[in-house]
């Protein structure tokens, strides 16, 4: 098993020398100390090594959730204008020390301006100090001035392979015949189709009608049977919802449907003779 090894300090311009930033060794080992004060965390690299217990507490990265908007931009910046370790910088810009020790031998980010983080609100020059004095602590973001709502991203729509669009017309087909519940937005959002072609399936204008086969979206491959299922639920209980709200109206019973029918055919003799004197 091989192990790589990364200065805390990093490159010549920060103490160490260039070829320390990136060593292997062949054995493990916690820590190891280097001339002039400099400690080397060791850290292993195979199989079984996702854990972080061999990694001593106060050296884990990407602790923190809150980022800068411009990561590489203000690591760039921190590398040129201050003299951070490269993990209390990979910690705050949530980027590898190795990321970082690459800008700083300007291998990473080419051509990319340094963005101060003091000018933007992100730190302030008295937590940098502090920082620098004390090269365990880690640098935090600043409290936004400003609450910025969250953005609801749009969901894409539905993408359906060339090689299926063809079948559409027969998933609708097969929906508006043995669920009638569902609305025009539950089967474009099922299949992936459009208003205009499922209102033509329903009044039958579509003009490939005659030759449109109920067919199973399932079987075709639209959609998957736990979607459907779930769309004939969600339907099912909107209308009931529905039917509890206008007072759970539904199907008569036959006998008074018929009982009615048979009053409505069985006039009165007194309004027979009625009518029979007004035509004379």
Same mark, same amino acid.
């Given at each position: 098993?091989?192990?790589?090894?990364?200065?805390?300090?990093?490159?010549?311009?920060?103490?160490?020398?260039?070829?320390?930033?990136?060593?292997?060794?062949?054995?493990?080992?916690? $820590?190891?100390?280097?001339?002039?004060?400099?400690? *080397?965390?060791?850290?292993?690299?195979?199989?079984?090594?996702?854990?972080?217990?061999? &990694?001593?507490?106060?050296?884990?990265?990407?602790?923190?959730?809150?980022?800068?908007?411009? /990561?590489?931009?203000?690591?760039?910046? *921190?590398?040129?204008? $201050?003299?951070?370790?490269?993990?209390?910088?990979?910690?705050?810009?949530?980027?590898?020390?190795?990321?970082?020790?690459?800008?700083?031998?300007?291998?990473?980010?080419?051509?990319?301006?340094?963005?101060?983080?003091?000018?933007?609100?992100?730190?302030?020059?008295?937590?940098?100090?502090?920082?620098?004095?004390?090269? &365990?602590?880690?640098?935090?973001?600043?409290?936004?001035?400003?609450?910025? /709502?969250?953005?609801?991203?749009?969901?894409?729509?539905?993408?359906?392979?060339?090689?299926?669009?063809?079948?559409?017309?027969?998933?609708?087909?097969?929906?508006?015949?043995?669920?009638?519940?569902?609305?025009?937005?539950?089967?474009?959002?099922?299949?992936?189709?459009?208003?205009? $072609?499922?209102?033509?399936?329903?009044?039958?204008?579509?003009?490939?009608?005659?030759?449109?086969?109920?067919?199973?979206?399932?079987?075709?491959?639209?959609?998957?049977?736990?979607?459907?299922?779930?769309?004939?639920? &969600?339907?099912?209980?909107?209308?009931?919802?529905?039917?509890?709200?206008?007072?759970?109206?539904? *199907? &008569? /019973?036959?006998?008074?449907?018929?009982?009615?029918?048979?009053?409505?055919?069985?006039? /009165?003799?007194?309004?027979?003779?009625?009518?029979?004197?007004?035509?004379?």
């Amino acid at each position: 098993m091989w192990t790589k090894g990364l200065c805390s300090r990093g490159s010549e311009r920060h103490g160490c020398p260039r070829s320390l930033g990136l060593l292997l060794f062949a054995l493990p080992r916690p $820590t190891q100390a280097l001339k002039g004060g400099h400690s *080397l965390n060791v850290y292993a690299v195979g199989p079984g090594t996702g854990d972080d217990s061999s &990694r001593p507490a106060q050296e884990k990265i990407m602790a923190n959730n809150d980022k800068p908007l411009m /990561p590489k931009a203000t690591a760039v910046w *921190l590398v040129e204008n $201050t003299s951070l370790t490269f993990e209390q910088i990979a910690d705050f810009c949530g980027l590898h020390p190795l990321e970082v020790k690459g800008i700083a031998d300007e291998d990473v980010a080419k051509g990319i301006k340094g963005l101060d983080p003091i000018i933007s609100g992100q730190l302030s020059r008295e937590q940098i100090e502090e920082a620098e004095k004390n090269p &365990r602590q880690r640098l935090k973001m600043a409290a936004p001035k400003h609450k910025i /709502p969250p953005v609801k991203q749009k969901r894409a729509p539905r993408y359906t392979p060339v090689s299926k669009r063809q079948d559409k017309p027969d998933a609708v087909y097969w929906i508006l015949r043995n669920h009638p519940e569902f609305s025009d937005a539950d089967i474009v959002k099922l299949v992936g189709t459009t208003k205009s $072609t499922i209102q033509k399936i329903r009044d039958r204008s579509h003009w490939n009608i005659a030759n449109l086969k109920a067919v199973d979206p399932v079987t075709l491959g639209l959609c998957t049977q736990l979607e459907l299922d779930l769309a004939v639920e &969600r339907a099912s209980e909107r209308r009931d919802r529905l039917a509890r709200r206008t007072g759970g109206a539904g *199907l &008569r /019973p036959i006998a008074e449907t018929t009982a009615e029918l048979d009053g409505h055919d069985e006039t /009165p003799k007194g309004a027979n003779e009625a009518e029979g004197a007004e035509d004379k």
